[in-house]
């Protein structure tokens, strides 16, 4: 077991922030209900502002059906928004000329909940690891990539020989993290990274995401449902309920002064060994 | 088998072939007690849990022996387990849409078991499933036993499976991660419905999961289980405030807590190192030696074992105190 003393988490207020969104808000159209009235809308996003910035880790949770995954399909760029904008760098990356799209698309990674379905077990470690420069078309010495990368989420170079399979779900997830590294993005979008994995292999993922924030400057978008995990691996967090973000606060003030009703439906969600022990957890 | 005790294991041991999951297990749960299962994935625990219920996979195979109700389970035939399943022990497992009939109403498939087991009538089923919709506070039950599995949300879903449950008045449930499939605010409502409904009836708890404080909240004794083996058990008070093992250690100190987040990001959790062994490669010895910073030769030769009276470590270097671990 180990242990680092670190210096606290810097928020990077002074800094621009890296990826942006404005005022976004999503709809989708659903199926007709009535065959002569319009079909109807639903909206997943309401006018969201949300940005990190370099070096930051901010956090999202709120409950499932919250539109915390349609947030990050239009970070990422999977989606366009139907009003609003995506910037990069300050830059609307759905108006942008195709250098800056292809910028953006490089820049902005994403780690998912379950790394086994999100490798390809028929493939090679080293093979999957290569992937990522081979679609997105990165010039330069592979190789050396691939070995810095490893080196930085802390696997050996004799994982490059073995299939999926053979790892464990925290060596998994540390390989996925190892593939988002791999183009070089300045942000990295975590969505319920530790949600899949044990308790005890929780921690190793947590820290190695708070260690690539402060090492390499990577903006980190941490999307959750368990505040608590949320709270420990980010400075500033957003609390999302209905397509709208509700809250914005420090992790600690979200705790002890939650304002809006759904923040306290989280906090109150939360179950610790201590409250447990104690006898009132279920009160 | 002592009338004090809703279940009884000695000595069991799940194997398929060449692959021990389940490395001779004895614990004992009293009539209305409730007891934890901890154990993380590849733990042995989940196969536990069917080998008491007689629904090992294909090719799983359970030794020793697990009294209940004045007989061995293992030594049952399929046709006298089906007969107990369901009315004197009944389970919850993780994820109802996959154990709910699809193609069924849920009033239905509830009703089928208070029929088939209580020998009532169908108005009279009919009946005590809404009530125990009701029990469940699942909203306007007398709808809701005509939808289907995939019109109701799944912390209703999780409801209607522990009202299945609950349906007998069985003397034992084993909960398998029951909330681990909900959303987080929901999972509270989901247990304390659980905790009420075992309480009111005085039935034993068998709760299986990897969530240490889920256990804190609704148990009484805990056992931690790591590779197949109990490495540490006794009153959940003792030990989760003070583990003697260091595996069970780990586990609690690896638990984001208040005191994390009040550091506002600075601090860090302690993990711990490695991985749980795969079943084709335990470690010689404490299957936990080479994740442990405390293990000696020993640790390596010989395997601890778990005696004692209630509170039980198979550790050789025990854990003196979490405060005297802090110090050093």
């Not at chain 1, 319920?192 to 190793?204: F, G």
Request: with cysteine; charged share 20%.
């Amino acid at each position: 077991m180990t242990t680092h003393t670190n210096a606290p988490l810097p928020t990077n207020e002074a800094m621009r922030p890296i990826l942006e969104m404005r005022q976004v808000t999503q709809t989708y159209t659903l199926a007709r209900q009535k065959l002569f009235e319009a079909r109807p809308t639903l909206t997943v996003l309401d006018h969201i502002d949300f940005d990190v910035r370099p070096g930051e880790a901010v956090g999202l949770v709120g409950e499932s059906g919250s539109g915390k995954t349609t947030l990050t399909r239009i970070l990422t760029g999977m989606e366009q928004p139907r009003e609003g904008h995506v910037l990069f760098d300050g830059r609307d990356v759905w108006t942008a000329e195709p250098s800056h799209r292809q910028l953006f698309r490089r820049s902005v990674q994403v780690v998912m909940q379950n790394p086994r379905s999100s490798l390809d077990p028929r493939m090679r470690l080293g093979a999957s690891l290569l992937e990522p420069l081979r679609s997105l078309r990165i010039e330069g010495d592979h190789a050396a990539r691939v070995y810095q990368v490893l080196d930085q989420v802390g696997l050996s170079r004799n994982a490059l020989e073995r299939f999926p399979h053979e790892f464990s779900g925290g060596q998994l997830q540390r390989i996925a993290i190892a593939r988002a590294l791999m183009s070089g993005p300045k942000v990295l979008i975590a969505d319920e990274p530790v949600s899949a994995l044990d308790v005890s292999i929780q921690a190793q993922v947590l820290n190695l995401l708070k260690d690539l924030v402060r090492d390499l400057g990577l903006a980190l978008v941490f999307i959750a449902h368990d505040l608590s995990v949320v709270a420990y691996t980010t400075s500033r967090v957003s609390v999302m309920s209905a397509g709208r973000i509700v809250e914005i606060g420090k992790p600690l003030d979200l705790f002890t002064h939650p304002k809006a009703e759904a923040t306290r439906n989280l906090v109150g969600a939360i179950l610790t060994v201590e409250s447990g022990l104690a006898g009132n957890a279920l009160a | 088998m002592s009338g004090a005790n809703a279940l009884e294991v000695h000595n069991l041991v799940v194997r398929h072939d060449m692959l021990t999951a389940v490395r001779g297990l004895s614990f004992a749960l009293p009539v209305g007690g409730r007891m934890g299962l901890v154990g993380e994935s590849g733990s042995g625990k989940t196969l536990t849990a069917l080998a008491l219920m007689g629904l090992l996979p294909m090719g799983w195979q359970a030794d020793g022996s697990v009294l209940h109700d004045g007989v061995d389970l293992i030594r049952q035939s399929d046709r006298a387990l089906a007969h107990r399943r369901g009315r004197t022990i009944s389970m919850v497992f993780q994820d109802p849409l996959s154990s709910l009939d699809p193609v069924r109403r849920v009033g239905y498939q509830v009703s089928s078991v208070i029929r088939r087991h209580m020998k009532t009538s169908r108005r009279e089923a009919e009946r005590q499933t809404i009530e125990l919709f009701r029990q469940m506070s699942l909203p306007r039950p007398e709808q809701l036993v005509r939808a289907y599995p995939h019109e109701i949300s799944g912390g209703q879903r999780q409801r209607i499976m522990i009202a299945m449950a609950l349906a007998c008045y069985p003397q034992l449930i084993i909960a398998d991660e029951p909330t681990t499939a909900l959303d987080v605010t929901v999972q509270k409502q989901v247990l304390r419905l659980l905790n009420g409904a075992v309480e009111q009836r005085g039935c034993a708890l068998l709760m299986i999961t990897h969530d240490l404080p889920i256990i804190a909240a609704m148990c009484d004794t805990v056992a931690v289980m790591y590779a197949g083996r109990i490495v540490e058990m006794g009153p959940v008070g003792q030990v989760f405030r003070s583990p003697r093992h260091h595996y069970t250690r780990g586990l609690l100190e690896s638990q984001p807590t208040m005191d994390n987040i009040a550091l506002d990001g600075s601090s860090r959790l302690t993990s711990i190192p490695g991985m749980v062994p795969p079943l084709h490669s335990l470690p010689t010895g404490c299957a936990f030696h080479p994740r442990c910073a405390a293990a000696t030769e020993k640790c390596v030769a010989e395997v601890p074992t778990l005696e004692g009276g209630t509170r039980r470590a198979a550790c050789w270097h025990p854990v003196e105190s979490m405060a005297e671990a802090a110090a050093s």
